[in-house]
């Protein structure tokens, strides 16, 4: 078992911040109280400043709920060839057994956006030895740890084990899409299984996408074969 | 005396096992959609989600079920080459071994295939498919349209993973079934079956509605982050229980426990 005391002065750390705005809206209503009692003293009721937190606060709120749904596009449009197909083939019953049958999409995309992670203990040291890679890839289906897969595509890279680089590297991707670095081994490695065209096209793709630079610069070294 | 704990975190383990397979109103929506499907003269059926929300338990739980009654295989992770994933098809499609030193004609594979048309009905779950390259859908697809073998693709999708790399996935899918995270409900139903049928009842009821809401917020209702979480709060108590039993109630999961297998897995932050 793994050392409990930073955990749990972590965990102290945690509560403490989320209790913060509590104590600090008690303290504020106190004060305001007591403020409040002195101008009622002398009849005067207005406190806007106190209101207009508030609603600015609620309006927050609300926006953060209305995160968009994304849709793929690609699958929209092809949801409304389908449409077309079915129509055309409405009349023709009897055909239908050997008629490719167009389903309309039952497809909806419900997906929140993933929250940003912070990852906080990594315990991977750089190593030779055959098991330790074995460990990792078996620590890694109980705890599917991004560090642990990225670990493997980046030493599998380095090993020249191309096809195993890449595994590694798309598993990476499949738990955190934004990891750049397992994308340029997904990349890299496709590139060294000769896969240049599928390789190339992905990594265009992104570029589109984001202008990145150090993409751009990847791209080019491919391109004048200089992997 | 080991923890009682220890048994419930082994539950917690993320498998693929048969027998651990749960009912849950999402799943059988699911399954039965998949196989109202499959009954359908479609060839390809796409089943996709999120990483972590059950494709693979379903796929190999419609296997277990209709073996006896349809030839239908599981293909779990993807050949690493091009030719042993032909060598595996082979196999299924003619029952017979592959003879030494030769490679599938893919040409003659098709053709195999449209005499089989009629006479019998394979279908091949495919699991993890965005691992097969453009190049080897293409060839998927040229098979299922002999019509004699139906495939159910299933692969996962990420926010836009799916654009960059899968765009051949994108043309030829004719029917669409999506697997979500869990809601809450189905999420504590999961989560205590799963501790029930390992007669772990009183960690079963130490786990409260207030509990799954916490629980379901962080992992967002996913089956993977689900069980991660689990997995790391039982181990947390597990050494609460060898070590200093005061900070342990056996009647109810301190939310205190929670909140710190949340923050070690990073759903939290300080
Ligand atoms: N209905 C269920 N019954 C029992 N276990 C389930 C069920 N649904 C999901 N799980 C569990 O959730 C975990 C993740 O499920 P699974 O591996 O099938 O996800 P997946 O969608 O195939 O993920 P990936 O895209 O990464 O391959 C597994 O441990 C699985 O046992
Ligand atoms: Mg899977």
């Known amino acids: 078992m793994y050392d409990i005391k930073p955990l749990e002065e972590q965990w102290k750390k945690y509560r403490a911040r989320k209790r913060r705005p509590w104590y600090l809206f008690l303290i504020t209503v106190l004060l305001l109280s007591i403020v409040g009692a002195g101008v009622y003293e002398k009849k005067n009721f207005k406190l806007p400043s106190f209101k207009f937190g508030f609603l600015s606060k609620t309006t927050i709120r609300k926006s953060k709920k209305n995160i968009d749904i994304i849709v793929n596009p690609a699958l929209l449009t092809l949801a409304g060839k389908n449409v077309v197909e079915k129509k055309a083939i409405v009349n023709e019953e009897n055909a239908l057994v050997d008629l490719p049958i167009l389903d309309v999409m039952q497809h909806t995309t419900i997906d929140t956006v993933p929250k940003e992670r912070n990852k906080i203990h990594l315990d991977i040291i750089e190593t030779s030895a055959v098991t330790a890679y074995r460990d990792v890839e078996k620590r890694f289906l109980i705890s599917h740890d991004v560090d642990d897969a990225l670990f493997l595509a980046k030493s599998y890279y380095r090993k020249g084990n191309y096809k195993k680089s890449e595994y590694w590297a798309y598993e990476t991707n499949k738990i955190n899409e934004n990891n750049v670095e397992s994308l340029f081994i997904f990349i890299k490695s496709k590139i060294k299984l000769g896969k240049k065209e599928e390789g190339s096209s992905i990594l265009r793709q992104y570029i589109k996408k984001t202008e990145s630079e150090s993409a751009k610069t990847l791209l080019s070294d491919i391109e004048n074969n200089k992997l | ?270």
């Open chain 2, 1 to 270: 005396m080991t923890s009682r704990y220890v048994a419930a975190k082994n539950v917690f383990i993320d498998s693929i096992d048969i027998d651990d397979y749960i009912e849950l109103n999402s799943s059988m929506t699911a399954y039965q959609q998949l196989q109202h499907s499959m009954d359908k003269p479609l060839k390809m059926i796409l089943l996709f989600g999120r990483p972590g929300t059950g494709k693979s338990i379903l796929l190999n739980r419609i296997h277990e079920k209709l073996k006896h009654q349809k030839e239908i295989y599981y293909f779990d992770t993807p050949s690493p080459t091009e030719k042993e994933f032909f060598y595996k098809l082979f196999k299924v499609l003619t029952q017979k071994e592959l003879p030494n030193n030769t490679e599938v004609n893919f040409t003659a594979l098709v053709e195999f295939c449209k005499k089989l048309r009629g006479k019998r009905e394979i279908i091949i779950l495919l699991d993890e498919a965005q691992m097969y390259d453009a190049d080897m859908m293409e060839k998927i697809r040229l098979l299922s349209d002999t019509r004699a073998v139906k495939f159910v693709v299933s692969l996962h999708k990420t926010e836009d993973e799916d654009l960059i790399a899968k765009a051949h996935f994108q043309s030829r899918i004719w029917e669409v079934i999506e697997l979500k995270n869990a809601s809450r409900d189905d999420q504590t139903a999961y989560v205590h079956k799963k501790l029930l049928k390992k007669n772990l009842f009183e960690i079963a009821n130490s786990i409260k509605v207030k509990d799954m809401k916490l629980i379901h917020q962080v992992t967002e209702g996913n089956y993977r982050e689900c069980n991660k979480l689990m997995f790391t709060i039982f181990e947390i108590c597990e050494y609460y229980d060898k070590n200093e039993p005061g900070k342990l109630n056996y009647t109810h999961i301190p939310k205190k426990i929670i909140e710190m297998a949340a923050l070690k897995l990073g759903h939290l932050h300080v």
